[in-house]
């Protein structure tokens, strides 16, 4: 007998651990910037996985990538070196001038390996163990143990500490609020480009400018998460290119494997010298050779589709026609974001809203309980971007 819809949902009721509030769909496969349920219901795809799938689904390029890696080998070790982590690496480089590339299985993994690195380099340093990290309210950086520490939401980390010590608080795009939680243990800062899940803040020239200045004063490292923000996102391959300010370590994952699990952080060369060395971090599965196939394809793609063109193109249109919105609804407090990440802030919680869109077809997300966040896949078009804007106007 074929199930249903509804069976499917109960037994991942019954089977998996109820940690998401998930909605009411089984999708089942995808097309483009279409992702299609089990009954062949069609929507457009407004959130790519959480700004994962950049290129689309069902790219024949991409999968066929995969697929003759699989049929190659799938996985070695980090014991001994494979062609595609090598190439991977050196795209990576190529894209972010940075010095070293250390290969994650997820984004929370990477932000763990740049935290590692920090209180490493700082220990190379002084010899001492009581460094202490800023990172930024309202941010996050996953669920792990110490990506967790790093995350300024109480409401995350309350039930599970003692998270990992010495983490101050300061608040995004205020200079002063770091300065004041400086002190002689300091090892590293700690933010998001464009914070995600806290509601779609992008990080102030003045701010990236200062806490850059701060760094350099202070041998302090600068650790910029560009998990969500990064690979094309905002236009620019990381967000942070645009503001000419470069981090000591950044971290990546999300879009970087376009689905297959894949992270990474990276170091320049005064971070990747003198921190992390032989036996102080590793991982079976980060950067092996199907995980890494996909990272270069997905680089390759990147640049043979002109992905950041596109985005630069149609965010600056996906921005005026939410603008538009934003004035004709009096729901709508403001619009704020960059590239292809956006978010809308409503004076009310968007729950139902983002409800009543998938019924008419179309799929949103939240960021925070009164934003609505659009991180569709890159290679969306302007009249996707109407037909999303279509819908939207229907179910305000
Ligand atoms: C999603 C996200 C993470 C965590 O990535 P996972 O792959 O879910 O572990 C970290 N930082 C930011 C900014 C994110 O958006």
Not at 66 to 88: F, G, M, R, V, W
Not at 276 to 287: F, N
Not at 358 to 380: C, E, K, Q, T, Y
Request: proline share 3%; with cysteine.
């Amino acid at each position: 007998m074929v199930k249903d819809m509804k069976t499917y949902i109960d037994e991942a009721e019954s089977a998996l651990l109820h940690t998401y509030n998930r909605y009411q769909v089984v999708l089942d496969k995808g097309d483009g910037v279409y992702l299609y349920d089990m009954n062949g219901k069609r929507y457009l795809d407004f959130v790519a996985g959480i700004a994962v799938f950049a290129l689309g689904y069902g790219n024949t390029e991409y999968n066929d990538a995969l697929k003759e890696q699989i049929d190659k080998i799938i996985h070695t070790s980090n014991y001994y070196y494979n062609i595609p982590a090598i190439e991977a690496a050196k795209k990576l480089k190529e894209a972010s001038g940075m010095a070293r590339v250390f290969f994650t299985n997820s984004g929370a993994e990477a932000m763990e390996g740049a935290i590692k690195a920090a209180r490493k380099y700082a220990y190379n340093k002084d010899g001492k163990t009581d460094h202490e990290i800023i990172a930024m309210n309202h941010s996050f950086h996953g669920r792990t143990m110490g990506a967790l520490a790093v995350t300024g939401n109480p409401h995350y980390r309350e039930a599970f500490e003692p998270l990992i010590g010495n983490i101050r608080f300061a608040d995004l795009n205020d200079l002063e609020s770091v300065k004041a939680q400086i002190t002689d243990k300091t090892c590293a800062i700690i933010f998001e480009t464009v914070q995600g899940e806290g509601g779609i803040y992008p990080a102030t020239q003045e701010f990236m400018e200062g806490v850059r200045a701060i760094c350099d004063e202070k041998d302090i490292l600068m650790i910029l998460d560009e998990v969500q923000c990064g690979m094309g996102r905002t236009g620019y391959m990381y967000a942070w290119q645009k503001y000419g300010v470069k981090p000591d370590i950044m971290t990546t994952a999300k879009a970087l494997g376009c689905g297959v699990p894949v992270g990474a952080f990276l170091l320049n060369e005064k971070a990747g010298s003198s921190s992390l060395a032989a036996g102080d971090h590793g991982t079976t599965y980060g950067g092996n050779p199907l995980a890494c196939a996909a990272v270069c394809k997905v680089f390759e793609l990147f640049e043979k589709n002109h992905i950041l063109e596109n985005v630069k193109e149609v965010s600056a249109y996906l921005e005026k026609r939410l603008d538009e919105l934003a004035k004709e609804c009096a729901d709508i407090k403001c619009r704020r974001g960059a590239g292809l990440m956006q978010g809308l802030e409503f004076y009310k919680p968007v729950g139902d809203i983002i409800i009543k869109a998938m019924d008419a077809g179309l799929i949103l997300i939240n960021a925070g309980s009164h934003i609505i966040r659009f991180v569709p896949p890159l290679v969306i078009g302007k009249q996707d971007v109407d037909d999303m804007i279509a819908i939207l106007k229907k179910c305000l």
